[in-house]
């Protein structure tokens, strides 16, 4: 059974950085990539980028490029998001999601939810 | 980027009716390999999305066939029939032909 746990919520001080990890199991982590969403309160989904585990490759949304760092530790099958300088915008929740046959998203975590507040 | 319009915003149901959402794209979702990558989701309260169809019109892995999809280019439509209680939510479409993949805003069904 494919399986994506996320971990615990975040809450962090303005200007502060925070990382959520995504820990895969039920399948082989490196044969496919890994996405990262977002969606604040109440809204719609935002891809945010993805990741390449078997070669590290990242590929962002222009929108978040220098707001997250995707990485991804092929010995603990786990992907993992940096999200820098936060402010009350980066108040979310965050999921990852496996891209499967189709660049599809099949598979998705639980969601993490990040709340940035003094 | 592609913007993805759904509509209607929000759908009220009869249980055991039927449910039709749209979604357009502001460009064609054929790839240069032929294939339509356009795909739907269902965000149930408090819970992560989960994909019911994908590539326009297949059903993933346990979606019932009450779900169906259809479509090309840039127009395309969910079908929900005999409407059940699990079956509402937030339904979202999803185009990862172009990048960045990008999402509708987002169709609530609820209850009449």
């Known amino acids: 059974e494919v399986k994506l746990q996320q971990s615990g919520d975040e809450l962090v001080r303005p200007g502060a950085s925070v990382k959520i990890s995504c820990k895969a199991s039920?399948?082989?982590?490196?044969?496919?990539?890994m996405h990262w969403v977002k969606q604040r309160p109440g809204q719609g989904l935002e891809w945010i980028g993805a990741?390449?585990?078997?070669?590290?490759?990242?590929e962002y949304n222009q929108k978040f490029k220098g707001k997250a760092t995707l990485t991804a530790d092929k010995s603990s099958n786990t992907a993992n998001m940096e999200l820098s300088r936060l402010t009350s915008e980066d108040s979310a929740v965050y999921y990852c999601a496996r891209e499967g046959y189709g660049y599809r998203f099949d598979y998705w975590g639980q969601g993490v939810m990040v709340t940035v507040s003094s | 980027d592609v913007v993805m319009t759904q509509t209607p915003v929000s759908l009220p149901v009869s249980l055991g009716g039927q449910a039709s959402i749209s979604c357009r794209s502001s460009q064609s979702l054929v790839h240069s390999n032929g294939n339509t990558y356009l795909h739907w989701y269902l965000q149930k309260p408090g819970q992560s999305p989960q994909l019911l169809i994908y590539r326009v019109s297949n059903r993933f892995s346990g979606v019932p066939d009450r779900f169906s999809g259809s479509g090309s280019g840039t127009d395309f439509t969910l079908k929900i029939s005999r409407v059940e209680p699990e079956d509402l939510g937030d339904y979202y479409c999803?185009?990862?032909?172009?990048?960045?993949?990008?999402f509708g805003a987002g169709t609530k069904l609820e209850l009449k």
């Open positions: 999803l185009q990862s032909t172009h990048f960045p993949p990008t």
């Open positions: 990741i390449i585990p078997i070669i590290d490759t990242t």
């Open positions: 039920g399948y082989t982590f490196t044969s496919y990539s």
